[in-house]
């Protein structure tokens, strides 16, 4: 982990502008340099490596100093490979992967300040043993371990101060933030990704929330053999402090470099079924799917820490998911999957033939796990595909609605499809993960409830 920065976040609009200013000059003056070596002597491969190679360790530097949502892209740009060109996707995660826990973080006083303000009390009396060096780094705060008084080992999640500003301000530079990053990525990628992120990040600053979140999950998943969310405690957490059992682990990255396919297949597994049976048996989504949010136990058994995004479905919203899903797999198309794609993803329902078809097209890919032979093994050349026909998506919808305001991004259906697309999907396709996916969605529907008659009733939600 880097050395502790001395200040707290910069949080007001200017001051963060003017950091977006500073990470835009850097990562254009790169781009200038790569440009001139090609006009001198280097080939363009080789000037394209060095400007992304370069441009990732600006991006690391820059993101990891102004936390918040500018780190949030970071972290997303680490594992969801497809946002940056295929060649140069190398040099990205290996510079921004710290970025999901091992940023740079702030010296404890700081981070002390905050607790003493939020619990009444110092760390003295709320615990037997503090280690001061954080664990972990993040967007919204740090991770301590500590050892309570009745010798628990606990972790012990901070926020930085003036973090809540910070992203306020964020939020309202988010077109100088596009601007910045256009350098590297095209600005219709990473457009709607931002805005996806800058809806939740703000969510995430309520600890309160986050505790009720995780209370929920673990109660839910307990007792599961491969599933193990800590259970928050209550008299060491607030508004700012969130306290859990400490959970020992293998991070994703280690995971990776150690674990072997089968290792992988079964961690993949396990991720899926979180995923799934949240949201069709307890009704619940943890939106914010990336790896620093998982620790690896050995055996195909997850620990899942991060619930600041959760997102709630009723059931007549699953039962609307469950009949796009139901009418795609029998290969079903034109107005009676439209009736079922605008009720399930918020799609609008007057538009052209060119872009409905376009939308189906988008919807079937996005459903090819489930409608392929299996069993499907998720593979970057799924992602890849899924990227291109999504940047296609945005650049007929923004021409046609967007500037209309026809198409609403945050409708939950719409959030959910992205975040399945540009989150679970990118973790599954770097895992290698292999299985009969119909089958483990059958079977959560039949848990769940979600019958056949159901699903396809004409009396479904309008």
Known sequence: MQAPKDKNVRSSRIGRLAQLGGMAARLAGDAAKAAGQLAVTVSSDKAKERLHASASKTLFRHLSE???????????????????????RDAYREALSELQTRSRPMLWQSMETQFVEDLGRSVDDCFAHFDKQPI???????????????GQDVAVKIQYPGIAEAIDSDLRNLDSLVRALSVVIPKVDVQQSLEDIAGRVREECDYVAEFENQQYFSRSWSGHESIYIPAPIPEL???????????EGQSWSDMMASSTPEDRQRYGLTIFQFVFRSMYIFERFNGDPHPGNYLFLGEGKVAFLDFGCVQRYDRDTLIRFSRARSLASKGIRGPEFRKAAVQAYGLPEHVDQELWNGFEDYLYLSFEPLLAPQPYQYSPDFTAKLAQATSEMRRMVTRKLLTAGVFDTKRP???????????????????GAKGDWPAHIDEIYEEGGFTDA?????????
């Open 454 to 462: 159901l699903i396809n009733s004409e009396k479904r939600p309008d």
């Open 413 to 431: 259906g719409a959030v959910f499809l992205h975040r399945i697309n540009f989150g679970l999907n990118s973790i599954l396709a770097q895992l």
């Open 237 to 247: 957490s607030g508004r700012r402090v969130l306290t859990s059992p400490y959970v």
């Open 66 to 88: 102004m936390k918040g949502l500018p780190m949030k892209v970071g972290q997303l740009l680490s594992y969801i490979e497809d946002l940056v060109p295929a060649e140069h």
């Open 136 to 150: 972990a780094a993040a967007s919204i705060g740090q991770v301590y371990r500590a050892r309570t008084h009745d």
